[in-house]
């Protein structure tokens, strides 16, 4: 009797634990062959701004003193109006994702102390946009959208859709 009973229990235990183990691995697969240019078109689409937002090179790069080696593949797509809408989208290359996030922590930051003074004087309204622009890391793609609530949680929705 107590040995079908130390049965029972460990046959319990190994289900119990399998069971854990294909919980764990029941997440939804990340992609990470996805161009970060595929992946900012795609929240552009969404937000309905395809012909407000227009590509930007460098200045990512100059504000954060980085090379485009490091940072890996990116496309960022800010407004050619007078709002702020941003869109920035980057595939981890020669450094962590963890270290590309802390760079656009860093990017955003600077963003509010050396340009916001600028955009202030002619379009106060934007800052709700900035003070909650939002950061989002998925696999190897950090994304980072400056926009209003809604267009906020459109673009993230369209981009974790594009990466599953």
């Known amino acids: 009797m107590k040995h079908s009973m130390t049965s029972i229990i460990a046959l319990t235990l190994c289900a119990v634990l399998s069971l854990g183990l294909l919980a764990a691995c029941g997440g939804a697969a990340v992609r990470s062959d996805v161009a970060a240019q595929d992946l900012a078109a795609a929240m552009q689409k969404a937000v309905g701004m395809e012909d407000l937002l227009v590509s930007l090179d460098g200045t990512f790069l100059g504000l954060t003193g980085t090379d485009a080696e490091q940072v890996g593949e990116h496309e960022i797509l800010v407004s050619g109006g007078a709002t702020i809408d941003e869109i920035g989208v980057f595939k981890a290359g020669s450094m962590s994702v963890a270290e590309l996030?802390?760079?656009?922590?860093?990017?955003?930051?600077?963003?509010?102390?050396?340009?916001?003074?600028?955009?202030?004087?002619?379009?106060?309204?934007?800052?709700?946009?900035?003070?909650?622009?939002?950061?989002?890391?998925l696999g190897d793609y950090v994304m980072y959208s400056i926009l209003s609530e809604a267009d906020r949680a459109t673009a993230k929705a369209a981009f974790e859709a594009a990466l599953k």
């Open 101 to 137: 996030k802390a760079l656009v922590e860093d990017y955003l930051s600077q963003y509010a102390e050396k340009r916001w003074p600028m955009i202030e004087l002619y379009n106060p309204t934007e800052q709700p946009k900035l003070t909650d622009a939002e950061i989002t890391v």
